[in-house]
Structure formats: structure tokens, C-alpha cells
């Protein structure tokens, strides 16, 4: 890196330097690598239309379009910034091996996110195939054991719970009715039926799955839980008061 480029690392072009390189990194990649795997770059400070470069068309996305609701818990919750090798299923059945990487800037500021999603439905089909074809053999045949050869002891690969199902919504009104359906059903009661606590406890898991990070989230919030947007903001008061003396 030379001196112009090291200067603009450093200061409020910085963020912008990163991302052109990011930009850079996916296209570069995607050239080399098969149309079964797909590169996402997200700015961050663009949420909830994140999206900034694509490289492949595994999930059908285009610059532009948003933040899934696994990104989005990742960005509001500050925890790891690496989750590697997470299983998806698309709604068309496909499977997917899934990877993010949230990329800081010098200040050690959350700037952006580079997502990898490998459709890997071929070769579980491929490894069901030969399971079938091997399971007779192995059932009617003694084979001979190979000798015993020492295993390498290889670092563990840092691994993280895998998600409920990651979606990859194509515009914001799709994310956001996902995020509000999947928080009402966790809780288990009808809206109609639902009391304060029953929506309290909807808006806190908005709230921990980046839900408020959406433009117009309060009004969306506050018409599916038949409440007022003032509800909406006293509910968000109290979760961040008590969250407060719980950490206090």
C-alpha cells in the first residue's frame, strides 16, 4: 500500500477505501470461482439496502437489496464477527453452506460484511447416490481393515450455532414481514389474545434482531400488534431501562 492509499486507511475516506477494495475482492473472486457459489459485500452504513456487490446469483439478489435477518441480528447484537460454514435452505429446497465476515476500519468500526453462500445440493445428492450404491456392498462384503495411519490434528475452524433458516429477502417490506411473523409465532399467542407482556416481549425480540434498524419499524410494529407507534416507543423505553440495571 503506498502512501496516498495508506493516508486514506486512516482517515474519513478510509471506510470508502475499504469498500472499493472489498468491491475489488468480490468481482476478482467471483471470476475464479463456479456459479454455485455466490459473494455478497454489504456497506453498513446503508442499512437496511445494504447490498453494494454481487458476485454470482445463487440467491437471486442484486446491488441494492437488503440485509438478510442473520446479518441484521449480527450488526445489532456487536458479537462475533466471523460465522463460518452455517447451513441454509432456500425456499426452493436448495442447501446452502453460508459464511459472514463483518470487516472493520481502522477504528475498529463494524463498516461493512462480505457473505459467501455455496449451493451445495449437488453434492449432497452426489454423497446420497453413493451411499446407496456402497450400503449393499458394505452389507454383504467383509472388506479387510486398512491399516491404521496417524491422524492429523488440525485446528478447529471457528463454528457458530446454526440459524433457524437465514432469509434472503429482495426488498425491505419482505424482511420486515418475516422478522414480524417469526417474533409473533416464537411467542405463541394470537395478537387479538396477546397482553402487555405478550407485546413487550415481541418488541424485545425486534429489537435484539435489528428490526428497528429499518425505516418506518416503529409504524410496521405498531400496526401488527395492534398498539400506537407511542406503545411502541414506551415498550422500547422500558426493554432499554431493564437491560440497563441488568447490566448495571
Same mark, same amino acid.
Given at each position: 500500500m503506498d502512501a496516498r492509499s495508506t493516508q486514506m486507511a486512516t482517515d474519513?475516506?478510509?471506510?470508502?477505501?475499504?469498500?472499493r477494495m472489498l468491491e475489488q475482492v468480490v468481482a476478482t473472486l467471483g471470476s475464479a470461482l463456479p456459479t454455485t457459489v455466490e459473494i455478497v459485500?454489504?456497506?453498513?452504513?446503508?442499512i437496511p439496502n445494504s447490498i453494494v456487490a454481487v458476485s454470482g446469483d445463487v440467491t437471486n439478489r442484486r446491488i441494492g437489496d437488503p440485509a438478510t435477518d442473520v446479518l441484521l441480528q449480527a450488526v445489532v447484537s456487536g458479537?462475533?464477527?466471523s460465522m463460518v460454514g452455517y447451513q441454509t435452505?432456500?425456499?426452493?429446497?436448495r442447501e446452502l453452506r453460508s459464511s459472514? @465476515?463483518? +470487516?472493520?476500519?481502522? %477504528?475498529?468500526?463494524?463498516? =461493512?460484511?462480505?457473505?459467501?453462500?455455496?449451493?451445495?445440493?449437488?453434492? #449432497?445428492?452426489?454423497?446420497?447416490?453413493?451411499?446407496?450404491?456402497?450400503?449393499?456392498?458394505?452389507?454383504?462384503?467383509?472388506?479387510?481393515?486398512?491399516?491404521?495411519?496417524?491422524?492429523?490434528?488440525?485446528r478447529p475452524v471457528e463454528?457458530?450455532?446454526?440459524?433457524?433458516?437465514?432469509?434472503?429477502? @429482495?426488498? +425491505?417490506?419482505?424482511? %420486515?414481514?418475516?422478522?414480524? =411473523?417469526?417474533?409473533?409465532?416464537?411467542?405463541?399467542?394470537?395478537?387479538? #389474545?396477546?397482553?402487555?407482556?405478550?407485546?413487550?416481549?415481541?418488541?424485545?425480540?425486534?429489537?435484539e434482531r435489528g428490526m428497528f434498524l429499518l425505516r418506518d419499524a416503529v409504524e410496521m410494529v405498531a400496526g401488527h400488534l395492534q398498539v400506537t407507534r407511542f406503545t411502541i416507543y414506551n415498550y422500547l423505553n422500558e426493554i432499554e431501562r431493564t437491560s440497563g440495571a441488568e447490566s448495571a
Open positions: 474519513g475516506g478510509g471506510d470508502a477505501f475499504i469498500l459485500l454489504h456497506d453498513l452504513a446503508r458479537s462475533d464477527d435452505r432456500l425456499p426452493d429446497g459472514t @465476515h463483518i +470487516v472493520r476500519n481502522a %477504528a475498529g468500526q463494524r463498516i =461493512a460484511a462480505v457473505c459467501v453462500n455455496a449451493d451445495v445440493s449437488a453434492w #449432497l445428492q452426489m454423497r446420497d447416490l453413493v451411499t446407496r450404491v456402497l450400503q449393499p456392498l458394505s452389507a454383504t462384503h467383509t472388506l479387510p481393515e486398512a491399516p491404521a495411519s496417524p491422524v492429523p490434528t488440525l463454528q457458530v450455532a446454526e440459524p433457524v433458516g437465514e432469509r434472503f429477502p @429482495h426488498d +425491505v417490506d419482505e424482511l %420486515a414481514a418475516h422478522l414480524l =411473523a417469526s417474533a409473533i409465532d416464537e411467542i405463541g399467542i394470537p395478537v387479538d #389474545l396477546m397482553k402487555k407482556e405478550h407485546k413487550l416481549a415481541v418488541v424485545a425480540q425486534l429489537r
